[in-house]
């Protein structure tokens, strides 16, 4: 429990340039969610910032209302409120998502108080808070498990909300069923570490549609690609660099896969173009993510 007192009323500066008082603005009386990005980050934090606008859409338009996401800047020295600007747009983040930077002081003195007091950039947490100020309920969830059960989890941070459930994302996702991702290859990864950038047949996400990939690009560019897309970015690989043009110079992230991992990807990429259906169950679901990153 941590009570008003705790928090500080450092100045914060958003995403759009405006100045708030962390506390007493931001979390006071309100249900947040906080996590801690950088934007030059090249693994994990676009994968977790995607995730958390799967769960953004979730909630609708409790979010703005009765829920505020906080993602914080790690690195307030490179991440000014114009570049955070750009990483926003990126990630189609919407009314109720700030994306916040300040002092190098000012930053680092609300890292410590919510507990993110990793040394380096690279080895920070990749959870998220969950704090309801009114109440004085705070916790962590993960940003990589299931992201419905974490919009649940969210929503139930009001008690209002646990004593009579408005939210119906499960039922209306899942129809009651217990989720299955199978044994298809790839499929479990394809939800839990692209399916929140990527779509198969249903358009550009935050990151290009998958379907015809295969016909598109040669099969060893993608397994290298996926791999380790700044590996051919740095080797100036011509497709490579047109696809970080057109996408803003936001980077496909760095996931830490094996070339079996790629090839299952791919197969699976390869067999489901186009079958909406699936798609419904990828939208919603998730396994756990890269664990330990
Ligand atoms: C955080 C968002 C994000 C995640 C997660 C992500 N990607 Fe990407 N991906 C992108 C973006 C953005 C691009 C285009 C810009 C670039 O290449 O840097 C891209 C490009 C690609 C391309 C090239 C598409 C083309 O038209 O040639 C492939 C293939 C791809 N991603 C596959 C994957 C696979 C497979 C996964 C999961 C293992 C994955 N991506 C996870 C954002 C993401």
């Not at 609708?60 to 926003?88: M, N, Q």
Request: charged share 25%; proline share 5%; glycine share 12%.
């Amino acid at each position: 429990m941590w009570s008003a007192d705790y928090f500080t009323n450092t100045p914060v500066v958003t995403h759009d340039g405006k100045e708030f008082r962390f506390y007493e603005d931001l979390i006071k009386g309100k249900i947040v969610v906080v996590n801690f990005i950088y934007t030059s980050c090249r693994d994990v934090c676009s994968l977790a910032t995607a995730r958390l606008a799967q769960v953004r859409e979730m909630l609708g338009d409790r979010v703005g209302r009765d829920i505020f996401f906080y993602s914080i800047t790690l690195d307030p020295a490179l991440d000014g409120p114009e570049v955070l600007k750009k990483y926003a747009a990126n990630f189609h983040t919407g009314p109720g998502w700030l994306f916040l930077t300040g002092t190098p002081e000012n930053i680092s003195t609300i890292r410590q108080k919510l507990g993110e007091r990793s040394k380096s950039l690279g080895d920070h947490r990749n959870d998220v808070l969950l704090g309801n100020d009114a109440t004085g309920e705070w916790g962590r969830d993960s940003i990589f498990a299931d992201a419905e059960h974490l919009a649940h989890n969210i929503v139930r941070m009001d008690r209002r909300e646990r004593d009579t459930p408005t939210m119906k994302v499960a039922g209306a996702i899942t129809g009651g069923a217990p989720r299955s991702l199978g044994h298809v290859p790839g499929r479990a990864l394809f939800v839990k570490a692209c399916a929140a950038c990527h779509k198969i047949g249903d358009g550009k996400h935050i990151g290009p549609d998958l379907a015809g990939v295969t016909a598109r690009r040669p099969r060893d560019w993608l397994v290298r690609f996926i791999v380790s897309p700044g590996k051919m970015i740095g080797e100036g690989d011509p497709t490579a660099l047109a696809l970080l043009a057109e996408y803003r110079g936001l980077r496909m992230p760095e996931l830490g896969l094996t070339e079996k991992d790629a090839e299952d990807v791919i197969t699976y990429i390869e067999t489901n173009a186009g079958k909406t259906g699936d798609q419904d169950v990828i939208g919603a679901a998730a396994g756990n993510g890269p664990e330990g990153k």
